[in-house]
């Protein structure tokens, strides 16, 4: 009897320290109504204390320790106790949701369906209970990837509650949400739009338009309207979110500052310069008081910036405003670093995409060394640069170091891509532009025919760089006195392009 007060003793006192957050004295006195409990002779006082002792550990998001507490509860409860006892399905509640945090889907499955199969039991098919766990399992098969096994079980959910509750009940807007997310990681945004908006609208008049809940469907809500291409609605989206950041975190919380930078992001894609530019300038005035103006990620906004001037055609702007942001980074970071990489990225775009080639050429040249540092010479990003200083050297007519360059480019890519893909086409047709510049023809047209040979099979015969190739050859037939044929080439050019045109 002593053994039994005194357990009740370090329980309470354990319980009351749990929810005051006193997590320390919690432990403390759990762990010792624990030991109490297993001195006595009931095991199901035992199985409450493990029980308490590991939802303790869960809070405080120690899994490791919390997992064999419950484990060891729940043996306790089903050997004692009948399968459908409240103490059991808590247990299996409490170890569902461990696996599931801890990232062990595949483990929380098997508890989760003993819950299904329980509430189903107890309660009927349609009760709003069964709905949850139905729900709860659904989102376990998500996270393991089986979408189809998951979206069967959020529709019934779905129907459950709806009928248990109505349409317009939260938790109905919940599963809405759930099914949405679905179709995003199938990159099914149109379907996912309709859910969304509807989620947002039922859960707005059941917990209140400024309730935290409502960000992650408002993140999404953006997100997907931008992937469609409704910057307008993206961008209304951004701002309900950025106010109810606002109203929910400090005003320089970090995720009001990139909840500013997405909204300034998507008024630029809207076309609203002066727009994108104000909120830009705000994000970066927050971000310079917590970092310094000397910072990467102060660069980052005025380089944002720099990117609304190049949108509107204010290039000297831009240009100055990318110069500054580079500089910051070489300066913090290193000019290797690659917060650096990005900003001398923005600048060579900026003059290659202006025809400033000369300007852009050094620029190429070292992202190139860099990338290959980094990345290695058969990534995409660093062929990308290599790309971008052949087209530099091509238009200012440095065929020496565009054919070399293209060379290596062209054995890079049929090693790693193999010798029939577009990209070893597309190096072959400069290489023979380059060729037929220098009046070496025989060499040329076996590179045009091999470029075209490739693009035919791979972009099919109306593709517009299969004309191109065409029409360079051409070029080349009437450079060689063939005028029938390349008339002919030019008339199957000419074809191609317009049709590609309507």
């Known amino acids: 009897m002593a053994t039994n007060k005194e357990w009740e003793k370090y329980f309470e006192q354990g319980n009351i320290a749990f929810e005051q957050g006193q997590y320390e004295q919690a432990e403390t006195m759990l762990k010792a ?7 006595g002779q009931d095991e199901l006082v035992t199985a409450t204390s493990l029980d308490r ?23 306790i409860r089903e050997r004692l106790l009948k399968p459908h006892d409240d103490m059991v399905v808590a247990s299996l509640n409490n170890l569902s949701a461990l696996y599931f945090f801890q990232g062990k ?5 098997a508890p989760c369906k003993k819950l299904c199969e329980v509430y ?5 098919k349609d009760h709003a209970e069964v709905a949850t766990s139905v729900n709860n399992l659904a989102l376990i098969y998500s996270a393991q990837g089986k979408n189809e096994q998951a979206q069967d079980l959020f529709a019934r959910a779905l129907a459950i509650k709806e009928k248990a509750l109505g349409r317009q009940h939260p938790e109905v807007g919940d599963i809405l949400n759930n099914m949405a997310n679905i179709c995003i990681s199938e990159t099914r945004y149109e379907e996912a739009e309709p859910l969304l908006t509807e989620a947002i609208a039922i859960l707005e008049t059941g917990i209140g338009s400024d309730h935290p809940d409502l960000i992650p469907i408002l993140t999404s809500l953006a997100a997907v309207s931008q992937v469609n291409g409704n910057h307008k609605a993206a961008s209304k989206h951004l701002e309900r979110l950025l106010s109810l950041k606002e109203i929910n975190l400090a005003p320089n919380h970090p995720e009001v500052v990139d909840c500013i930078v997405n909204l300034a992001s998507s008024y630029l894609y809207e076309g609203r310069f002066a727009d994108a530019e104000r909120l830009y300038k705000r994000a970066m005035g927050i971000r310079e008081r917590a970092k310094g103006r000397q910072s990467p990620e102060v660069a980052e906004i005025i380089a944002a910036i720099a990117f609304v001037h190049q949108s509107d055609n204010k290039y000297l702007l831009a240009e100055n405003l990318y110069k500054e942001a580079l500089a910051i980074c070489e300066q913090s970071r290193g000019v290797n670093s690659p917060e650096a990489e990005a900003r001398l990225w923005d600048l060579a775009c900026l003059y290659h ?10 620029l190429w040249q070292r992202l190139a060394t860099l990338r290959e ?6 990534h995409p990003d660093t062929q990308a640069c290599l790309d971008s200083l052949i087209i530099c050297y091509l238009q200012q007519t440095k065929y020496a170091e565009a054919e070399k360059l293209l060379v290596r480019l062209k054995n890079l890519r049929e090693a790693s891509l193999g010798p029939d893909h577009a990209d070893v086409a597309a190096c072959l047709h400069y290489l023979a532009e380059i060729m037929r510049h ?18 035919t099979k791979a972009l099919g015969p109306n593709h517009p760089e299969v004309a191109h190739s065409l029409e360079g050859y051409a070029l080349l037939l009437a450079a060689t006195y063939r005028e029938m044929e390349a008339e002919h080439m030019r008339v199957c050019a000419e074809a191609i392009l317009k049709a590609a045109s309507r």
């Open 373 to 378: 540092e980094h990345l290695g010479e058969n």
């Open 438 to 455: 220098d009046g070496r023809f025989d060499q040329a047209e076996q590179y045009y025919k091999r470029a075209l040979d490739i693009r």
């Open 53 to 75: 002792l590991g939802e303790l550990y869960f809070e405080m998001q120690q899994y490791d320790q919390a997992e064999p507490l419950f484990k060891r509860a729940l043996g």
């Open 105 to 109: 889907h595949d483990q929380a499955e």
């Open 353 to 362: 995409n202006n025809a400033r080639y000369q300007k852009a050429e050094p």
């Open 120 to 124: 189903e039991a107890v309660l009927g």
């Open 33 to 39: 109504a624990l030991s109490t409990s297993e001195r």
